[in-house]
């Protein structure tokens, strides 16, 4: 079997539009051999995680990703006004899902999927999260309450990925980060 260069490869998935950082392409190419994974290779003994999959660019009004996460069978809430409607206000304190990228939505309801936990999304794209590229705001980020089920399946299945602001963190064989705070957790669909 012919081996196939670094260049070569990285050329095929940037022709097919997916681009990587080189920490990515070292995993990649070396491979995350952490709980017997590879990245990106062969993955029959890695834990589902809520991987994403469509479109990463998608981005998705209230209304659209209420429809989808309601058919998955997730909830979420707030402490504001509104939550159970087609309300699109980003206020602070009343979780809101407008301009949220489709691939987070479809991570979560493959969180879902695979893990069978109860999963109650509790801070989406509304105001008053930190700023940043991969923020709340962008639509990269979602809060999900912490209950037993969810907790049990991320802290089993995950690999321990060192801490963020002191609170412990793991990472799913996709690369996505979850990170257990004092209220809930933090979630980063890159």
């Not at 979420?76 to 304190?93: D, L």
């Not at 690369?175 to 933090?186: K, P």
Request: glycine share 10%; aromatic share 12%.
């Amino acid at each position: 079997m012919k081996k196939i260069s670094l260049f070569a490869l990285m050329l095929f998935f940037v022709s097919i539009g997916i681009s990587f950082a080189q920490s990515d392409w070292q995993r990649f190419w070396y491979g995350d051999h952490s709980r017997g994974c590879v990245w990106l290779g062969d993955t029959r003994n890695c834990p589902p995680c809520g991987g994403s999959s469509g479109s990463s660019s998608q981005i998705l009004n209230h209304r659209e990703a209420c429809d989808l996460l309601r058919s998955a069978g997730i909830s979420w809430s707030s402490s504001g006004f509104g939550v159970e409607s087609y309300n699109p206000t980003k206020a602070r304190n009343n979780t809101s899902f407008e301009d949220i990228r489709r691939n987070t939505i479809n991570a979560i309801i493959s969180l879902k999927r695979t893990s069978g936990a109860d999963i109650v999304i509790t801070g989406g794209t509304e105001d008053g999260h930190e700023s940043g590229t991969y923020s709340h705001a962008n639509g990269y980020k979602v809060d999900l309450r912490t209950t037993s089920s969810l907790n049990n399946y991320i802290e089993q299945n995950f690999r321990r990925d060192g801490t963020v602001g002191g609170y412990p963190a793991y990472r799913c064989s996709a690369g996505n980060l979850y990170v257990r705070e004092s209220t809930h957790w933090d979630v980063v669909i890159y």
